[in-house]
């Protein structure tokens, strides 16, 4: 067992590594050193503006209305291969500070400005009858280790104002947690990213979020070994009740579904927006 000494010291090792951009360790980098001018990110990284964005009336929830909090580091980002935008406009939309807009790559709230599976998904869960709409609130950040997103890391303060600036007219159906790539590289203990999982699960229930979280085994980024501490973690955590295992990502993509290695390419965007939408029809049928 972790103490909460030894999670503040893991938050602070993240927040010195992240402010140097020292975690995500590939060729890509970040989405920033290509980014179009006219993109504008907050000091979080966050996508708060990006042009072309079609704003639409944020629809009231009903029973068949999905909130998709997503988080975790770039690959549930806008670093993917290929943009993308939702085939309905009408029904499927990115929640951002208080507005919704028609969802389309890059997506609002997250980093990067290339592409994403979350639009994928979110059509899939439409198409499947199992919403009539989904608003997607994206807030990846790319290159973050699981440290920054626990309570007292860099990342935690962020993600409480999305839940109380979302807790206005939403409640959260879903949440994706897609990451592990940092920690594979520099090789997190299992037991720590477990307590660092379940601190960040705390910090989800205390404020407001009771929903399930999908989560991914994800720490494929070459140089890679399958033989990791990060992985088998991750496994661990998936309880069928309130944790379930959304993709797995280290062994569903190939190498043609990832385009340097660590991110996704569009097939490997698509495979992954349909793991996910699988994984969220078969738990809405367990008793």
Not at 2 to 28: K, T
Not at 45 to 69: D, H, M, S, W
Not at 167 to 195: C, H, K, L, M, N
Not at 213 to 238: E, F, G, H, M
Request: glycine residues 6%.
């Amino acid at each position: 067992m972790v103490c909460i000494g030894g999670l503040m010291a893991l938050a602070a090792v993240g927040a010195y590594l992240y402010a140097r951009d020292l975690w995500s360790g590939n060729p890509a980098r970040d989405a920033r050193t290509t980014a179009s001018r006219a993109a504008v990110y907050d000091s979080d990284r966050r996508l708060v503006f990006y042009p072309g964005k079609t704003e639409k009336p944020c629809p009231p929830q009903t029973a068949r209305t999905a909130v998709i909090l997503a988080i975790g580091q770039s690959n549930v980002a806008n670093h993917a291969a290929a943009r993308v935008a939702t085939r309905h406009p009408a029904d499927v939309l990115n929640y951002f500070d208080g507005k919704c807009y028609v969802a389309a790559s890059p997506l609002l709230g997250a980093s990067g400005d290339s592409g994403e599976f979350l639009s994928l998904l979110a059509d899939r869960l439409i198409e499947d009858d199992v919403y009539r709409n989904v608003i997607i609130v994206a807030s990846g950040i790319g290159g973050t280790p699981i440290a920054l997103w626990q309570r007292n890391g860099q990342l935690n303060d962020m993600l409480i104002r999305i839940l109380k600036d979302l807790a206005a007219g939403y409640t959260v159906t879903q949440v994706i947690w897609q990451q592990g790539e940092s920690d594979f590289r520099v090789a997190t203990p299992a037991a720590d990213y477990v307590a660092s999982f379940r601190s960040l699960v705390d910090v989800l229930t205390e404020n407001g979020v009771d929903a399930p979280l999908y989560i991914a085994v994800s720490t494929k980024c070459s140089p890679w070994t399958a033989d990791n501490p990060v992985a088998p973690a991750q496994r661990s955590l998936v309880d069928n009740k309130r944790v379930f295992l959304g993709v797995d990502t280290d062994s569903l993509l190939a190498e043609e579904d990832r385009y340097d290695g660590c991110h996704f390419s569009e097939s490997g965007q698509r495979k992954t927006a349909a793991a996910y939408a699988d994984a969220i029809k078969r738990s809405r049928r367990l008793p």
